[in-house]
């Protein structure tokens, strides 16, 4: 097995880590373990890329654009970058929105995160809540976000489109917002690329089975890789607004509670530099001021709870 150390090398010479990882395993499909490896490798890339005048430029007319479709949609009170990199497009999305929106990001890779909030702070962008997570069991609450959106995170998800679209639709309370590999509106040459990356497939028909709304699907009109053409797809969710007395105040009481247990989905208690799940019975470290809520992150400690009382 290749050592740590030694993928680092082969990722600066150039080599595409999760096609390597995937063939000396023998695998099909990226694994989240994968996903992880390589897009902590790269770690830094898509901030140094913005010291490229042509890039950055790219990076504001995409976010515009992003901000735009949001806006037309609604005019939300809070949003979540669901794997959100190292923020460079998320703060491109938050300037064309109102100042006063609560903001969330989470990626897979702390070392991602960790940079996405270095370039917030260095954007003057202080306000953004972000934490480790994966998309397979996002660490918010149900509801919680107004309006939920990737920018080509599910794209190494081939294979798990139904259960990530399951989470952001959880989360999300008015939209799900996707720009992601369009392999249905791809040329022979771009397709052929994405099954070779593991690369997700019929988003639209996986939320049609699922029973959602798609409002929306079709080519973004703007794209960095002609061989990984964006899609932009829309979902909305019903109006929760006929909701009985009882689920109605189950909602204003979780309204302030939006970081959550990934795997129940529950709130949190801050304890001791630590955030902890009464329901799991699992205390999620915070490493570098970044709360780490994957699943895997989580210790066990059943005793945490009674001696921090």
């Known amino acids: 097995m290749t050592s740590p150390r030694e993928l680092q090398n082969l990722y600066q010479q150039g080599v595409n880590i999760t096609q390597h990882l995937r063939q000396t395993q023998g695998l099909e499909r990226n694994t989240d373990a994968i996903i992880e490896i390589a897009y902590d490798l790269q770690a830094g890339s ?10 950055a430029q790219h990076k504001k007319i995409y976010s515009a654009e992003i901000a735009k479709v949001i806006l037309s949609l609604c005019e939300p009170s809070s949003v979540l970058e669901a794997g959100v990199g190292e923020a460079t497009t998320l703060s491109g999305v938050l300037a064309h929105l109102n100042p006063t929106i609560t903001s969330y990001g989470f990626d897979l890779s702390w070392s991602r995160t960790a940079l996405a909030q270095r ?17 397979l069991n996002i ?13 080509h995170s599910m794209e190494p998800n081939g294979g798990k489109e139904t259960p990530i679209l399951q989470e952001l639709y959880r989360v999300a309370k008015k939209y799900v917002v996707l720009l992601e590999p369009t392999y249905e509106l791809a040329n022979n040459e771009a397709r052929q690329r994405m099954v ?3 690369y997700c497939r019929n988003l639209t028909g996986v939320a049609a089975a699922l ?20 899609g932009l797809t829309i979902i909305k969710k019903p109006d929760l607004s006929p909701l009985n007395n009882a689920q109605a105040l189950k909602e204003e009481r979780m309204a302030d509670q939006v970081l959550a247990c990934p795997k129940y989905k529950t709130p949190l208690k801050a304890i001791d530099g630590m955030l902890f799940s009464p329901e799991a019975l699992v205390a999620y470290p915070i490493v570098g001021g ?11 400690a059943s005793h945490f709870l009674k001696m921090n009382e």
């Open 196 to 198: 070779s990356h593991g």
């Open 290 to 300: 970044i709360p780490c809520l994957r699943i895997d992150n989580g210790i066990f």
């Open 46 to 55: 898509y901030i140094a890329a913005m010291a490229d005048v042509k890039m």
């Open 119 to 135: 370039w917030l702070h260095s954007q003057n962008i202080k306000t953004t809540t972000l934490c480790t997570g994966n998309l």
């Open 211 to 230: 029973g959602y709304e798609v409002m929306h699907h079709g080519l973004f009109p703007l794209c960095a890789n002609p061989l990984n053409p964006t």
């Open 139 to 151: 660490p918010f609450a149900d509801n919680a976000i107004d309006v939920v959106y990737t920018s």
